[in-house]
């Protein structure tokens, strides 16, 4: 492993607060941590005036047991590009050593992705965009379609979806994936949402599922319309 981040505590931070920016991070270590009440920066990068608690850019990091709660906007966002984002060393051109690296389309190593918690964020709990199509290349390069699968997610109280899968949804399977009270703000909110699903043979869903839209622990309101899978 590369970097731990590990068994942290983070309060009230403005822009994301694990930032993962390029694409070229992979084989770290991110596990235990508590990440509460992520702010928007108005003098940082663009995207952090969309924050996210966790902001990751490859989805070769091992994510095991971490908590975002209270975001203005991500729980956990993997902004996953067609390309990494900075040039010279680290790519973004041919000539970079990570130049050729396609972050939206690379495998995920199986169950790097375990028993993460996202509620009461912003927007969504958690967020594919702009879209995430792994593929059989290791560093993203085309081939078949390759089924991934994320782990044991638990995901509540989200003002708009809990899993937001962007524009392009591969082949993506969502093992014991828990949501309940989504959509606090939108009418139409889902706890599994995605506008396009490109991967084939049924490998895009849900197993071993539970989807909750009202319980107890209601908020003072609600939106009356919200959908499993949408």
Same mark, same amino acid.
């Given at each position: 492993?590369?970097?731990?981040?590990?068994?942290?505590?983070?309060?009230?931070?403005?822009?994301? &607060?694990?930032?993962?920016?390029?694409?070229?991070?992979?084989?770290? @270590?991110?596990?235990?941590?508590?990440?509460?009440?992520?702010?928007?920066?108005? &003098?940082?990068?663009? &995207?952090?005036?969309?924050?996210? @608690?966790?902001?990751?850019?490859?989805?070769?990091?091992?994510?095991?047991?971490?908590?975002?709660?209270?975001?203005?906007?991500?729980?956990?966002?993997?902004?996953? @590009? +067609?390309?990494?984002?900075?040039?010279?060393?680290?790519?973004?051109?041919? *000539?970079?050593?990570?130049?050729?690296?396609?972050?939206?389309?690379?495998?995920?190593?199986?169950? *790097? /992705?375990?028993?993460?918690?996202?509620?009461?964020?912003?927007?969504? =709990?958690? @967020?594919?965009?702009? !879209?995430?199509?792994?593929?059989?290349?290791?560093?993203?390069?085309?081939?078949?379609?390759? !089924?991934?699968?994320?782990?044991?997610?638990? /995901?509540?109280?989200?003002?708009?979806?809990?899993?937001?899968? =962007?524009?392009?949804?591969? &082949?993506?399977?969502?093992? =014991?994936?828990?949501?309940?009270?989504? =959509?606090?703000?939108?009418?139409?909110?889902?706890?599994?949402?995605? !506008?396009?699903?490109?991967?084939?043979?049924?490998?895009?869903?849900?197993?071993?599922?539970?989807?909750?839209?009202?319980?107890?622990?209601?908020?003072? *309101?609600? +939106?009356?319309?919200?959908?499993?899978?949408?």
């Amino acid at each position: 492993l590369r970097l731990k981040v590990e068994d942290n505590v983070i309060f009230n931070t403005m822009g994301h &607060s694990i930032y993962l920016e390029t694409g070229v991070e992979m084989k770290n @270590s991110i596990r235990r941590n508590l990440v509460v009440a992520t702010r928007a920066c108005t &003098s940082c990068m663009n &995207s952090d005036l969309t924050p996210a @608690s966790f902001y990751i850019a490859n989805v070769n990091n091992y994510l095991e047991g971490n908590v975002a709660a209270g975001s203005l906007h991500h729980g956990f966002w993997f902004a996953l @590009s +067609s390309s990494v984002t900075h040039n010279g060393i680290y790519g973004g051109t041919p *000539s970079g050593i990570y130049g050729h690296m396609r972050p939206h389309m690379m495998p995920m190593t199986w169950g *790097s /992705i375990f028993g993460n918690t996202a509620h009461s964020n912003g927007n969504n =709990g958690v @967020s594919f965009e702009p !879209r995430y199509e792994p593929r059989s290349n290791t560093w993203g390069h085309g081939g078949s379609h390759r !089924r991934t699968y994320v782990h044991n997610f638990t /995901i509540f109280k989200s003002q708009v979806h809990g899993v937001d899968m =962007g524009f392009h949804a591969g &082949s993506i399977t969502f093992d =014991g994936l828990k949501v309940a009270d989504t =959509g606090l703000e939108v009418r139409e909110s889902a706890a599994l949402w995605s !506008r396009h699903v490109s991967a084939g043979n049924m490998t895009f869903g849900v197993q071993n599922a539970n989807f909750f839209a009202f319980t107890d622990n209601l908020p003072n *309101s609600r +939106s009356d319309k919200r959908s499993g899978i949408n």
